[in-house]
């Protein structure tokens, strides 16, 4: 069983349709990063978050210590958005070690 | 554009030889990481340097080594090359050693497809 898990895998939606992507852990972690990697290969963070909810545009990021569990909202969701999509746990061991998620793959259509 | 400089971006190169990765973190970042991304192990953590000093080890192999130099740029040093070696290798950088509260973030760079033929 992976330390991380995303679901779903991959996720085909509709151009407009609100997206929720899941992240869950199983070791502590000092913060977990969504990641974004575009078909041609290149990783930008979108979100860093320890507690709560962070949003930036149409992109909602929100974590839950106690459930080890963080979410990935896209609302109104476009074509643009078709990457994948990967969560990164930062655990507390004291190195700083990164876990990363399988991803989710996301397919929006026009 | 994230700030972070990897070359080169593309590399083909035959089993048993030797290579050589290259990353220029984000200007004022002291924090570089490397990581390997293969088609069937997905985003795995190699190593993380700060200011010169190697911080932390993920799945490395003992092919492989890293360094971090005086101006902050990287290096990673891949041997021996196995032809599942092939992947993409992302370099990231981020200002301080961790992040956690403080607010620090990671930025990658656009990696560096290796091919081992």
């Known amino acids: 069983k992976n330390e991380v898990e995303q679901s779903p895998q991959n996720l085909t939606a509709q151009e407009g349709e609100f997206i929720t992507i899941n992240c869950s852990y199983s070791?502590?972690?000092?913060?977990l990063h969504w990641l974004q990697q575009h078909p041609g290969g290149g990783i930008v963070s979108l979100f860093m978050?320890?507690?709560g909810k962070k949003k930036h545009g149409r992109l909602i990021a929100t974590i839950n210590i106690q459930e080890k569990h963080s979410s990935l909202h896209i609302t109104a969701s476009h074509p643009r958005d078709s990457a994948v999509y990967i969560c990164?746990?930062?655990?507390?061991?004291?190195?700083?070690?990164?876990?990363f998620g399988t991803g989710t793959r996301l397919k929006v259509l026009a | 554009d994230s700030g972070v400089t990897q070359t080169p971006k593309h590399l083909i190169t035959a089993t048993g030889q030797r290579v050589t990765l290259r990353c220029s973190p984000r200007?004022?970042?002291?924090?570089v990481y490397w990581y390997q991304q293969s088609l069937d192990q997905g985003l795995q953590f190699l190593i993380q340097y700060y200011n010169g000093e190697e911080r932390a080890k993920g799945n490395i192999l003992e092919r492989f080594s890293a360094q971090q130099f005086p101006d902050l740029h990287s290096e990673l040093n891949l041997s021996s090359l196995e032809l599942g070696d092939s992947a993409l290798y992302f370099c990231?950088?981020?200002?301080?050693?961790?992040?956690?509260?403080?607010?620090?973030?990671?930025?990658f760079g656009e990696g560096s497809w290796l091919t081992v033929v």
């Open positions: 978050l320890s507690s």
């Open positions: 990231a950088s981020s200002p301080r050693e961790g992040t956690g509260i403080s607010g620090n973030t990671i930025y």
């Open positions: 200007s004022g970042d002291l924090s």
């Open positions: 990164a746990a930062k655990i507390t061991s004291g190195t700083y070690k990164y876990i």
């Open positions: 070791v502590g972690i000092s913060a």
